[in-house]
């Protein structure tokens, strides 16, 4: 099976950055899509960006757009978020994520990625 493991968070003041990167191994499953999402305390899991991997499209949640980065190194099997003016509000645990194979779900939905890694928490200070 598939497994994702994100690492690169932390604790940086507003206005910092930081890039967070998701390891990919086993399976490759023949979903196109991977992304990111986080959740802060007492709130939903919210979409923060995706790629295609086939086609390299990008999608960005509104409130991440012009400062977060989605890439991919297809050699590596790695998914990097590159963070940048980074602020309070963006303080979560955030989780990459697989779309296991083709499914019609939007790329915004958690319903769309059936594999999930563990998380890592990113804290920016006022």
């Known amino acids: 099976q598939v497994q994702l493991a994100e690492s690169g968070g932390g604790l940086v003041q507003a206005g910092g950055s930081l890039r967070l990167s998701c390891a990919t191994s086993?399976?490759?499953?023949?979903?196109?899509?991977m992304g990111w999402f986080r959740q802060a305390p007492g709130l939903e899991r919210e979409f923060v960006s995706a790629i295609n991997r086939a086609t390299a499209n990008t999608y960005y949640g509104d409130s991440v757009k012009g400062r977060f980065t989605v890439s991919r190194d297809r050699a590596k099997n790695m998914l990097y978020l590159q963070m940048e003016n980074l602020k309070p509000e963006d303080t979560a645990v955030y989780y990459c994520?697989?779309?296991?194979?083709?499914?019609?779900?939007?790329?915004?939905?958690?319903?769309?990625?059936?594999?999930w890694g563990q998380g890592t928490q990113v804290t920016v200070s006022s």
């Open positions: 086993g399976r490759t499953f023949s979903g196109f899509y």
């Open positions: 994520a697989q779309e296991v194979s083709f499914n019609s779900e939007s790329v915004y939905s958690t319903n769309k990625y059936g594999v």
